[in-house]
């Protein structure tokens, strides 16, 4: 209802630390009437930007790279994927005179909290499965398998780089993020590619008519090396 006095919590901040606050304003316009879903929109990105906040002071994605780009690349990725996946949030009030719509709407920290915990959990044990998976494939110089199973166990924690992903490895808890990027970085440098030709030239998006020989080795911890070629004998 109009009122020609504004709310409290328009001409301050709602402040209560049960919750994430969002506060959305827009202009009226009557042959639209989008103000309504316009106000909603800009106080779920008020409340994404408060869970924000608290990501940002624990990310672990600062520790690996101190590049402005990169991080802002990264914390706009993040606030969007927040945005699509916030539930649960509800609406408090809205006020509205002849030229402006106002709406709060706020979000459960708790329940926030103990749906990302569950997400966690479940992203951790996938992961691990991968991780391990990996570790098989290794063992048994499946090289390939074994790469797909780290880039899997990567995409499952995709969504939570601002955990400390610890589980219980074979010589004590380890952080799984960090272990199946250093597992990847591990095989590649023992990986050689060689061929004989001299130059390639390639588009990109294009295949390469010619086929190419190309000879693959690898050196496993004892220094063994194994090769394998697509060369014809």
């Known amino acids: ?27 009226i316009n009557p042959y639209t009437q989008n103000h309504v879903e316009s106000a909603k929109q800009k106080a779920l990105n008020d409340i994404v930007s408060e869970i924000s906040v608290s990501v940002s002071t624990s990310s672990r ?17 993040t606030d969007l994927k927040m945005k699509n996946e916030i539930e649960g949030y509800e609406l408090v009030d ?3 005179d002849d030229s402006e719509y106002w709406v709060y709407y706020r979000l459960s920290k708790e329940q ?7 997400k966690l959990a479940s992203a951790r044990n996938l992961a691990t499965q991968y991780y391990e998976e990996g570790l098989e494939a290794e063992k048994k110089l499946e090289i390939a398998r074994a790469v797909h199973s780290y880039i899997r166990g990567l995409n499952a924690l995709k969504d939570h780089l601002d955990a400390d992903v610890m589980v219980l490895g074979e010589h004590g808890k380890i952080n799984l993020t960090d272990q199946l990027i250093s597992k990847m970085i591990d095989v590649f440098g023992r990986m050689e ?28 911890d004892d220094g063994r090396v194994h090769r394998h070629s697509n060369e014809q004998k």
């Open 1 to 27: 209802s109009k009122s020609d006095k504004k709310p409290a919590w328009i001409v301050s901040r709602p402040v209560d630390n049960r919750y994430y606050h969002g506060v959305g304003v827009a202009m």
């Open 61 to 77: 994605v600062w520790q690996f790279e101190n590049n402005d780009e990169l991080i802002q690349e990264y914390q706009s990725l």
């Open 94 to 96: 809205s006020w509205g």
């Open 112 to 118: 926030y909290n103990s749906k990302k915990l569950r």
């Open 193 to 220: 590619i060689v061929t004989n030709e001299k130059s390639i030239k390639c588009q990109v998006s294009r295949t390469i008519d010619k086929e190419i020989a190309v000879t693959v080795s690898y050196k496993e």
